[in-house]
């Protein structure tokens, strides 16, 4: 079974053309968030690896069921379930400007890929543990994929 990544150029591209392909009335499937704030969430998401966000360490209960989620996904290959709870610091309830979230998006995209490909990207993550470059591409691209898909891209 062919997992996608971030770190896969074809991945990458599909990834910013369904981006690209938002528009500013594009109507939610599930969830809270509209279009623009979903792009917001998605760029802070794609702050961590580049340590540029940081998120809160939390218990070992919930480290546990994120490494326990991580190796699911890996392992078979399925997607983010619908209405997940995030981090306080990763929620967007707040009015944005649509051309300015969309045009970040796609800029801390390609700033995602330079980390990558300068191997900076960590080694943990609060919540999912140890990680690879493999790992950090696998979910990444899972992440980005379920907004879209929620925005019907």
Known sequence: MVKK????????????????GLKQNSLRKWGKMDVCQ??????????I???KL??????????????????EMQIFNNGIP?????????IVNFECDFNSEKANLL???EDYKV???????????VLFGQMKEK???????????????QFST
């Open 115 to 125: 980390t990558f490909k300068t191997g900076n990207l960590p080694l943990q993550h």
């Open 82 to 90: 619908r209405n997940m709870p995030t981090f306080q610091k990763l």
């Open 135 to 149: 790992d950090w591409g696998f979910l990444e691209y899972k992440h980005l994929d379920h907004h879209l898909k």
């Open 5 to 20: 990544s971030l770190h896969n150029p074809e991945d990458f591209n599909e990834i910013v053309q369904r981006i690209s």
């Open 49 to 51: 690896p580049q340590r």
């Open 107 to 109: 800029k801390t995209l």
């Open 38 to 47: 979903m792009m917001r969430h998605c760029s802070y998401v794609l702050l």
């Open 54 to 71: 940081q998120l809160t360490p939390i218990n070992i209960l919930f480290r546990w069921i994120g490494i326990v989620t991580k190796l």
